[in-house]
């Protein structure tokens, strides 16, 4: 395609609540932010709206758009409300179970009415095949023809829209599920069909057979998505590059979005994630817990030694943060934790004690204050009433909030029935909303080894300045930066990406002085894989390879990430992988076996393509020197000060380099809004960001 003469960037990130967008034009360094509801009905139109608001806004032509970055919540929100299509799932004869009986292990061990996750089909909708591999790839029984032809005719008569096809130990040998995917295709050529020997060609078959019915679940989703989405960009005259974030903060094109959309689960979050590591560094600070509060989820995420943390499996859909509470996904992931806690999580009344979420009021109708019909108060409704949201300049003054609305919602469902202020059950909202956070950052940091005493807390999303400095004051967080563009900041990160693409495999090779042909042999294969999508995602600059693979000593149930030497793989190459290895579970446990031998499971290459989108962070002051940027007073609501009491309120465009000031005070701009407590002390960064020394002790 031919390029613009005048580049600007776009990128959007589509949440539950709200859609941001992010604008920068590279000619000028300018950046303009936007933000507007969300249509969950049809994430497109609120896309379409958004950008023709900011396209007159700012007098771009849809030609001069050079790229579009996109993070997206359309295949989360397929898994977590359930509205995939109809899917078949093609097992072993003998597996068909794997899927509903899942692991032994409960997520809460004195739940005597536990419910276990709901697969994403029907038992009814599980079909075997006679066939069988071993763990070596050799066949133990030949697929029969006539169980494949009866499977075929199942899903004909069905009438699915989707098939998953995984095998016992079909990552050793896949060639039996191409056999299914060559015969469906024969009846059904445009039905999209997802192989485990591709989508995850790992052992352990739960989480095997759970990613690949996963994919297979939202594949027609995403499929028409991304159609009409490309569709609907075409007709406003934006021809340009579009490029979707996956779960491992990379981005990709929309071909190779559609063929493993499950990749993009935690598009937006890993942006999100991608954003606090750029201000990290600009800060200078490498350890970092972020913190993103939106309208409908909090995403919890950390940063060590300045990368974001990957982990090869986690899980989407889980009850109150418990492992094994959510539907497992063995894909490359940054480090994340989303619970169901954001500006519309509903509050209610339970046993005369507060409750909050994680049901959302979403962004239709939304809490009460917008005034579009809701009935249930929420946690931007008690926020209202604490006085820390200012109504007449909600999301910039695009809307407007109806505070006596907000009042008498709060006062309806949970003062009058505990028998509580409007403004103390407003203050329970809050708190309880803080409490259900705080325990989130807990499995973060506390239980996953990090003392957050050590670490940075970045916050950003609409609504986590609102709440990020009483957090970090019950974990003992030292220091908060409130990002220039806090309210967009996952759109922000997105222009902050790099294209990546990952590949994965196991092969159990014992780490011997003989080992590096294996070694070699692996890489060999991945590095095919990993060619081909570099093919198709049209870039010509040379990539950064790494490697790391999932080690263990023999014997071991399980493995660690342990990131591997780069180079050419040469006969010392085991001896390398050991060193690192040993050094690394010195570092993680306190000790190692020397006498114990060493294996490793799953392989990983990753290749990294630098973009040339980055956000050049500018933050232009329309702040003189010696103009006060206080706007006003306001009273709100703190209890170190015994309740409600006056405070300064601050426009943050008006905010200068060097500025320094003291809480209480509440900081306005467009997209968010920031409650710095009493005793905190703000410095304003040279990029713009608020420095937050967290200065009060509960």
């Known amino acids: 395609m031919n390029r613009p003469t005048r580049p600007v960037q776009i990128a959007f990130d589509i949440g539950g609540t709200f859609t941001d967008f992010v604008l920068q034009d590279s000619a000028n360094g300018g950046m303009r932010f936007w933000k507007v509801p969300s249509t969950p009905d049809d994430p497109s139109r609120a896309v379409l709206s958004g950008l023709s608001d900011l396209l007159e ?57 536990l419910t276990k996750p709901v697969p994403l089909v029907d038992r009814k909708d599980v079909f075997e095949v006679d066939e069988r591999v071993d763990v070596y790839g050799e066949t133990v029984k030949s697929i029969d023809p006539a169980s494949v032809e009866s499977v075929v005719d199942a899903i004909t008569d069905g009438g699915y829209e989707s098939a998953a096809v995984a095998f016992i130990h079909a990552y050793a040998d896949g060639s039996h599920e191409r056999v299914v995917r060559d015969g469906i295709a024969a009846r059904h050529p445009d039905m999209p069909i997802s192989l485990s020997s591709e989508v995850s060609p790992k052992m352990r078959e739960f989480e095997r057979f759970s990613t690949t019915l996963a994919n297979a679940y939202v594949k027609p989703v995403v499929d028409r998505y991304l159609g009409n989405l490309e569709g609907a960009l075409k007709e406003r005259g934006i021809e340009s590059d579009i490029f979707i974030m996956q779960s491992n903060a990379g981005l990709v094109p929309p071909e190779l979005a559609r063929d493993m959309p499950i990749r993009i689960v935690e598009s937006g979050p890993a942006a999100g994630v991608m954003m606090c590591g750029v201000i990290g560094r600009e800060e200078g600070r490498r350890n970092l817990l972020t913190f993103d509060m939106g309208g409908t989820t909090a995403k919890l995420g950390a940063i060590d030694g300045g990368e974001p943390a990957v982990m090869a499996t986690f899980e989407v859909a889980m009850i109150n943060c ?89 006062h309806r469902v949970i003062a009058d029935p505990l028998g509580l202020t409007t403004g103390e059950a407003a203050w329970g909202v809050h708190t309880v909303a803080n409490a259900n956070m705080e325990r989130a950052m807990r499995v973060v940091s506390v239980e996953r080894g990090r003392d957050p005493r050590d670490y940075t807390l970045v916050s950003f999303g609409g609504a986590g300045p609102v709440h990020t400095t009483r957090i970090a004051r019950t974990l003992g967080i030292p220091e908060i930066i409130i990002p220039y563009g806090a309210g967009v900041g996952s759109a922000v990160g997105l222009l902050e990406a790099d294209s990546k693409i990952d590949a994965t495999l196991t092969r159990v090779i014992r780490i011997r002085p003989d080992a590096a042909a294996d070694i070699a042999a692996v890489y060999e294969q991945l590095e095919v894989r990993v060619q081909a999508d570099l093919a198709r995602l049209g870039r010509a600059e040379e990539p950064k390879w790494s490697r790391y693979a999932y080690m263990r000593y023999v014997g071991q149930g399980y493995e660690r990430k342990v990131d591997l030497p780069d180079g050419p793989i040469r006969e010392d190459y085991p001896d390398k992988i050991s060193e690192v290895f040993v050094e690394s579970y010195l570092r993680n446990y306190g000790f190692t076996d020397p006498d114990a031998e060493i294996e490793a499971i799953d392989w990983y290459l990753v290749a990294t393509v630098p973009s040339n989108y980055d956000a050049l962070h500018r933050f232009e002051s329309v702040g003189k020197a010696g103009e006060s940027p206080v706007v006003g007073r306001r009273r709100a609501y703190f209890p170190e000060l015994d309740g409600f009491a006056e405070c300064d309120v601050i426009d943050r465009y008006r905010l200068r380099e060097g500025d320094t000031f003291e809480g209480p005070a509440i900081v306005e701009e467009r997209e968010s809004t920031t409650v710095v407590l009493p005793g905190d002390e703000v410095t304003i960064s040279p990029s713009g960001h608020m420095i937050v020394e967290v200065g009060y002790e509960d």
């Open 57 to 113: 806004e700012t007098g771009v032509e849809g030609p001069d758009v050079d790229v579009i970055l996109h993070a997206t919540t359309v295949a989360t929100n397929a898994i977590i409300e359930r509205k995939g299509p109809r899917t078949a799932f093609i097992t072993t004869r003998g597996f068909r179970d794997i899927i509903i009986m899942g692991r032994q292990k409960r997520y809460d061990t004195f739940d005597v009415y």
């Open 322 to 410: 418990r492992p094994g509470s959510g539907i497992p996904l063995n894909i490359s992931a940054v480090e994340l934790l989303e619970i169901g806690a954001g500006g519309g999580s509903i509050a209610r009344t339970n046993l005369g004690l507060i409750a909050v979420g994680p049901e959302s009021a979403g962004a239709d109708p939304g809490p009460i204050s917008y005034g579009q019909g809701g009935t249930e108060p929420t946690v931007t409704d008690a926020n209202l009433v604490l006085g820390y949201l200012n109504p007449g300049y909600f999301n910039g003054g695009a809307m407007s909030l109806d505070r006596a609305a907000a009042e008498e919602g709060i």
